[in-house]
């Protein structure tokens, strides 16, 4: 029926006249709140508007209800819980109210960590990339960098220094997150292979580091049986021995050393000039018992009378 007046008429006896009554019909429509909607959001989104959700063609003026308050129709994912929000229209009586629901998720972003970083020797054993990072990083993401990473290790031998990327995707509408590992790779020093000398206590310094064997770096010191100056071996002032050459390594490379074994030979002792007169008649003398000195035995004579005139 259509709303309007409605009127009742009863047909009187004549010459009573005939009698009418009328009934004003009024018809209100119920409200529409639209139909229900859904929205995932990510938690570091801004806030959206919950009516916007509603399908349909939703009346404007309704009062929203929840899990948490709402405020100007909007939904917060930083600051309000998920679950099911509920909009309602008030009906114009006998109508009565009329609601639908707007159902949110609201997604954590992933937690890759904070950037860290470490530094290695060359000969170090592998180490744990996702061990340098920090706060609580999740489990489950995949590195990136100078060298493909396998098993979240990086290995100083064989792999390059540099930013390593560990990746954590998000979930949907959450992006994918990310932290970095600096990577610093240092080489051990070279100290050069073990050498030996042998010297005469008369002969002039020598260089010790001219005795190491391989491609020594410069720059190490010296330590020994003598205080060595300038990298010399002095073998008339300074002890024979085991001489050691250190390079300081940088961190956490260790100091490497390499040494030279000084023997240091003294020239043989002739004893000092002598002379003897003797008679045609005397009996035979030790020319060994002329020498001067504390003259070493075991030596050979030599004529030089003879051996000049040969």
Avoid at 104 to 126: H, R
Wanted: a negative charge.
């Amino acid at each position: 029926m259509s709303a309007g007046v409605y009127t009742y008429t009863v047909t009187g006896t004549a010459p009573c006249p005939n009698q009418s009554a009328t009934v004003t019909v009024t018809i209100n429509t119920p409200p529409d709140p639209g139909t229900p909607g859904n929205i995932t959001l990510c938690s570091t989104d801004a806030a959206a508007s919950l009516f916007a959700q509603l399908g349909g063609t939703p009346d404007a003026g309704g009062a929203w209800s929840g899990p948490s308050p709402v405020v100007g129709g909007m939904i917060n994912p930083a600051t309000m819980l998920a679950g099911v929000y509920t909009y309602t229209v008030n009906g114009t009586a006998p109508c009565p109210n009329e609601s639908a629901t707007v159902t949110v998720t609201i997604n954590t972003p992933p937690i890759p960590g904070t950037p860290g970083v470490i530094t290695l020797c060359s000969t170090d054993a592998a180490a744990s990339l996702f061990a340098q990072l920090g706060s609580a990083p999740q489990a489950g993401g995949a590195w990136s960098g100078p060298s493909p990473v396998v098993g979240g290790m990086i290995n100083p031998a064989t792999m390059l220094a540099g930013v390593y990327t560990y990746t954590v995707n998000g979930t949907a509408p959450c992006p994918n997150q990310s932290a970095t590992v600096t990577v610093t790779i240092n080489t051990p020093p070279d100290p050069g292979t073990p050498g030996n000398i042998t010297l005469c206590s008369t002969d002039a310094a020598a260089s010790l580091f001219a005795q190491l064997g391989g491609a020594p770096q410069a720059g190490g010191a010296w330590s020994g049986p003598s205080p060595v100056v300038g990298g010399m071996i002095n073998p008339a002032t300074m002890s024979a021995g085991v001489y050691t050459y250190t390079v300081t390594g940088t961190a956490p490379c260790p100091n490497q050393s390499a040494t030279v074994t000084v023997t240091i030979n003294t020239p043989p002792d002739p004893g000092t000039p002598g002379v003897i007169t003797l008679c045609s008649t005397d009996a035979a003398a030790s020319l060994f018992a002329q020498l001067g000195g504390a003259p070493q035995a075991g030596g050979a004579w030599v004529d030089q009378v003879l051996s000049l005139a040969a």
